[in-house]
């Protein structure tokens, strides 16, 4: 198995994006590579609510809820922002052990991890490969908690960061090098536009 992504529904309005330099096809998809964004509106709830995967036979990751596809992938958008792919997609695990255990019946094994804070707190990041994007699992390492994972922010890879600042503006943070050696990233003060997804944009990774 291969497990990849076909697509990611999201529960945002199709004109926050659009502000946000996403280029919209008419029936609300947004396409990110070869990735699918599905905005359905905020009566469907709010941020990633779901998505669908392709060689995957069940009905959820670890409480997350998701739907077997078998959909080519599309062609990609293009996007004002000059956003070219998705980078990482980020999961929060309540319990790092059980998440870890659901990827692996889904049929992922992890390929690193590294152990690092937020917000003071020590967490454990672990990294899976979903054909071109990466799947970036947070958690505690030392405590677990009831309750389902969830799919939390998105980072997107751009031609150029920094003319995807200037097109943007205020609407993101000052360019920073990244955690990735060689790489530059901005965040997207998406709240501003209405986006209930954390979004940040990353520079593409160094060849050789």
Do not use: N
């Not at 672990?126 to 699992?137: D, K, S």
């Amino acid at each position: 198995m291969a497990l990849t992504i076909d697509e990611i529904l999201v529960a945002d309005p199709a004109a926050a994006w659009t502000a946000a330099g996403f280029d919209v096809d008419a029936d609300g998809v947004c396409r990110v590579g070869s990735v699918r964004i599905r905005l359905v509106g905020k009566d469907r709830g709010t941020g990633i609510i779901g998505w669908s995967l392709r060689d995957f036979d069940g009905t959820d990751v670890d409480g997350i809820p998701s739907t077997p596809s078998r959909t080519e992938p599309p062609l990609p958008g293009a996007h004002p922002s000059g956003v070219v792919d998705i980078d990482h997609v980020v999961m929060m695990s309540p319990d790092l052990e059980r998440t870890v255990a659901a990827l692996s019946s889904a049929g992922v094994q992890p390929r690193r991890e590294r152990d690092t804070e937020l917000g003071g707190r020590p967490v454990r990041q672990i990294f899976y490969r979903l054909g071109a994007v990466v799947l970036e699992v947070i958690g505690s390492p030392e405590t677990r908690a009831d309750g389902p994972a969830s799919l939390w922010g998105i980072t997107y890879t751009v031609a150029d960061i920094d003319d995807a600042a200037a097109f943007l503006g205020e609407l993101t943070s000052r360019v920073k090098d990244a955690v990735q050696p060689g790489r530059r990233i901005t965040t997207l003060r998406h709240q501003r536009l209405g986006m209930s997804v954390p979004s940040a944009f990353i520079s593409a990774p160094i060849l050789g």
